[in-house]
């Protein structure tokens, strides 16, 4: 009970460590993992995995408004995607662009592919090789949040890291 | 692959029925103009077509009931109710007794008669009456299926709406919509089709893949459209009559937003590469693409012009999503969009004087038209989110797609297909058997 205890301390405060800097808006699924029993490895998947990639890095980075430049906390979260894709050499992927409802349909696909394209092209600029990165853009077809608020276009206008 | 004009099941032939002329004298004729904004509807009384048979005397009340749909529709005129009615009509070829008619305030009088051939085929006579100047207007006899009576009745509808409003109709169309279902971040949309009017609606695809933003072909029962079939956003060919659906954009990266030219031969799409998206014309013979525009933007939602001599589109060349025309051949970019806010969707009228487009402006979204060279411009109708303009094939009424905000838990947002005049009014919802969106017009199907 007692070893359980600092277990979950420890955890807390590894965590916290990690967590320092705001790299996504509030409440973005990016931030800190949710706390469960005393470090279980499975909790961040299996080495080179999609939820090892959202726990070491985080796996989306978020737009402004019918932009697609990337933000200084964008580029922070790809420097980490950088560092994760350098470990698992044989690991490729898809880049999915996204926006929020509030465009035309067409010109949202477009969007979705443009914001897709910048963050491949700042994973390339720092190393990457761009064989390993595909895009694909859904437009606003795929929200990750419901709901027609401000708070939930912030969080689809996104674009999701996916290992293949 | 020929690309021939299918004749498909319905066919229907058609024969003129003698005039009859009753001596009578001139008086003004009888007649809408449907360019003036809001108008009067045209009382005009339907009865039921005659028939002999049980079967025949059905069809005759169907006919005349969905020819009556289809005329208060579109707002201009306003059937009677038949329990008004004094005379009782018992035979279609005789003049009718006038004074009964103008006592119930009808300017116009439809009789019809249904009968079957010895093939077992249906033919349907009607003949189109001006109450007050007593004098038959027009009338005609089809042959059909008995199964297909619902085109029969929208000819007929046209045929009206021709004679008294001088305009071509739009009554004998079909509409191609993207149906959906489910929750708004689990979405399933599926191609489906149905007669303008809502009736015989059958789905298309059956929603395992993603599809969008469906084109009718100008000549053939084809559309084009947008799947993510096989993980990939392609634009593919689909054959209404056959169910048979092909890729016709497979270039790396993403092609969509596809039409058809005025001759049915090439699709103009969008091609994204390297997050860039511009212009392709595909000849469907060849396969040929043609690359129409090399911006550093996002050039997208192309359409040709009727004589297929421009093409209008959707670029954020210039910082912010505006509309351009161009010659078909890239030439020549000129921007057409000048008012406030953004603007997309480009939609050429067939009569080839308007574009129709979405705007949006101060966080609410428009329907639209301008004249091609920019001018003019009018705004139809505003909401929350509406969008993607078609044009009924007489170029006087837009159908679109609006949606409704939906509430943090993803309840509440509905998004359902209207239609709306030219002018404006007589804005009406289309019923769908599920939420809809995406509307794309056929041409007349004769």
Redesign the interface.
């Known amino acids: 009970m007692c070893t359980r205890l600092i277990g979950i301390l420890g955890a807390l405060v590894l965590l916290a460590a990690c967590s320092s800097t705001p790299e996504t808006p509030p409440g973005g699924p990016g931030g800190p993992q949710s706390l469960g029993g005393p470090g279980t490895g499975s909790r961040s998947g299996l080495p080179g995995s999609q939820q090892d990639l959202e726990a070491s890095a985080g796996d989306r980075v978020f737009f402004a408004f ?1 932009r ?1 430049d990337i933000t200084p906390e964008a580029q922070q979260i790809l420097a980490r995607q950088a560092d994760w894709l350098r470990r698992y050499p044989n690991v490729t992927v898809t880049i999915e662009g996204h926006a929020d ?7 949202n ?3 979705g ?2 914001r ?3 963050v ?2 700042v994973l390339v600029a720092m190393g990457i090789p761009a064989g390993r990165i595909s ?4 437009g606003k ?9 401000e708070e ?1 276009y912030a969080q689809n206008r996104r674009a999701v890291t996916t290992v293949n | 692959m020929t690309r021939s004009r299918r004749i498909f099941a319905g066919a229907v032939t058609t024969a003129l029925v003698t005039l009859l002329y009753l001596g009578v004298t001139a008086r003004a004729e009888l007649r809408i103009d449907i360019t003036s904004g809001k108008i009067e509807p045209m009382p005009i009384a339907i009865p039921s077509f005659l028939g002999g048979a049980a079967n025949e005397s059905q069809a005759g009340r169907d006919i005349a009931g969905v020819v009556s749909a289809d005329l208060e529709r579109s707002g201009l005129f306003r059937p009677l109710d038949p329990r008004s009615f004094i005379q009782n009509i018992s035979a279609s070829d005789a003049q009718p007794r006038f004074p009964d008619w103008r006592q119930i305030n009808a300017q116009a009088l439809v009789t019809g008669l249904v009968t079957t051939q010895g093939d077992g085929r249906l033919r349907v006579e009607f003949r189109l009456w001006d109450v007050f100047a007593e004098q038959q207007l027009t009338g005609y006899g089809y042959t059909t299926t008995q199964q297909n009576w619902r085109r029969i009745a929208h000819i007929i509808a046209d045929e009206i709406y021709k004679r008294i409003t001088g305009e071509e109709g739009y009554f004998d169309t079909r509409i191609v919509y993207v149906s959906e279902s489910g929750p708004p971040d689990k979405r399933v949309k599926r191609l489906a089709i149905m007669d303008q009017d809502g009736a015989n609606n059958r789905f298309l695809t059956d929603g395992r893949a993603l599809v969008l933003t469906p084109r009718f072909s100008p000549t053939a029962q084809e559309i084009t459209y947008l799947s993510y079939a096989n993980g990939a956003p392609r634009v593919y060919l689909f054959n209404i009559d056959t169910g048979q659906q092909e890729v016709i954009g497979d270039f790396p990266g993403m092609t969509f937003a596809p039409r058809f030219s005025p001759d049915g031969n090439r699709v103009v799409l969008s091609r994204a590469e390297n997050g860039v998206s511009n212009l392709f014309v595909l000849d469907l013979r060849t396969r040929r693409p043609t690359r129409l525009t090399d911006s550093q933007a996002i050039d997208t939602s192309p359409c040709f012009s009727p004589d297929g001599s421009k093409i209008v589109f959707n670029s954020d060349r210039g910082g912010s999503q505006q509309l351009y025309m161009m010659n078909a051949d890239g030439s020549e970019v000129k921007r057409i969009s000048f008012g406030s806010g953004k603007y997309g969707t480009p939609v050429w009228s067939p009569r080839g004087d308007q574009i129709a487009f979405t705007k949006i402006d101060g966080g609410s979204f428009f329907i639209g038209v301008m004249r091609p060279d920019g001018s003019g411009e009018r705004l139809l109708t505003r909401d929350f989110l509406v969008e993607a303009p078609t044009w009924a094939p007489n170029g006087r009424v837009l159908m679109y797609f609006r949606q409704t905000p939906s509430d943090s838990r993803g309840h509440g947002g509905s998004t359902r297909l209207f239609s709306i005049d030219l002018t404006g009014s007589n804005q009406r919802e289309v019923i769908t058997p599920q939420d809809a969106s995406d509307p794309t017009w056929s041409p007349l199907l004769r």
């Open positions: 019918d697609s409802e509030r465009g035309t349909r067409e010109y696909l477009a969007l592919e443009r897709a394209q910048a491949k092209n895009t694909i853009s859904y077809e795929r929200p990750a949040v419901v709901g027609s608020s939930a």
